[in-house]
T-cell receptor, first 111, second 115 residues
Framework: DADVTQTPRNRITKTGKRIMLECSQT?????MYWYRQDPGLGLRLIYY???????NKGEISDGYSVSRQAQAKFSLSLESAIPNQTALYFC??????????FGPGTRLLVL | GESVGLHLPTLSVQEGDNSIINCAYS??????FIWYKQESGKGPQFIID?????DKRQGQRVTVLLNKTVKHLSLQIAATQPGDSAVYFC??????????????FGTGTRLKVLA
């Protein structure tokens, strides 16, 4: 969905490096989410934010941090990347508790 | 190909036939359900949703059926087309006691449309 963009689309990094994944949305939604997707597993929630001043941990927040810079921007940081953080990362937005709209994903490889 | 789909169950359907994709959900308190379609290299895309006070909802070529007794959700795609080839997964949503909402996503089923 072009209304939700993620940068970069692909990233290769080394163990121990700090990296940031960025998400922007033009849908005007208050709620934003970060998920990771691994082979054979469903999407798992890392962090979510219901408005600019609200940040909540999801089920797998360890090793990650987020920043909600504005209503339209929500970034995910890996403070010290490790190989088991290799995954597909998706940002999503929603107006309420219902339908979420996903970005195109960032493929991250940690060597 | 999409590495996320390597270990998924696969449904192969002849073009023009109907497809039925099933999902078992986990929480009897779930009150909202969504089907998503994920094509290779793309993010999940909303297809259709249904609330727990309904047992059937129809969209364009798609129908979702909800059986709360056995906690089962199905997605029916009529006259399956090559463009329907993708991974399909369900999601359930409920209000948690903390006042927030919980989302659980299924692992998905890969649909392959045979010409």
């Amino acid at each position: 969905d072009a209304d939700v963009t993620q940068t970069p689309r692909n990233r290769i990094t080394k163990t121990g490096k700090r990296i940031m994944l960025e998400c922007s949305q033009t849908k005007g939604h208050d709620r934003m989410y970060w998920y990771r997707q691994d082979p054979g597993l469903g999407l798992r929630l890392i962090y979510y934010s219901f408005d600019v001043k609200d940040i909540n941990k999801g089920e797998i927040s360890d090793g990650y941090s987020v920043s909600r810079q504005a209503q339209a921007k929500f970034s995910l940081s890996l403070e010290s990347a490790i190989p088991n953080q290799t995954a597909l990362y998706f940002c999503a937005t929603s107006r309420d508790q219902e339908t979420q709209y996903f970005g195109p994903g960032t493929r991250l490889l940690v060597l | 190909g999409e590495s996320v789909g390597l270990h998924l169950p696969t449904l192969s359907v002849q073009e023009g036939d109907n497809s039925i994709i099933n999902c078992a959900y986990s929480n009897s308190a779930s009150d909202y359900f969504i089907w998503y379609k994920q094509e290779s290299g793309k993010g999940p895309q909303f297809i259709i949703d249904i609330r727990s006070n309904m047992d059937k909802r129809q969209g364009q070529r798609v129908t979702v059926l909800l059986n709360k007794t056995v906690k089962h959700l199905s997605l029916q795609i009529a006259a399956t087309q090559p463009g329907d080839s993708a991974v399909y997964f369900c999601a359930e949503n409920w209000a948690a006691t903390s006042g927030t909402y919980k989302y659980i996503f299924g692992t998905g089923t890969r649909l392959k449309v045979l010409a």
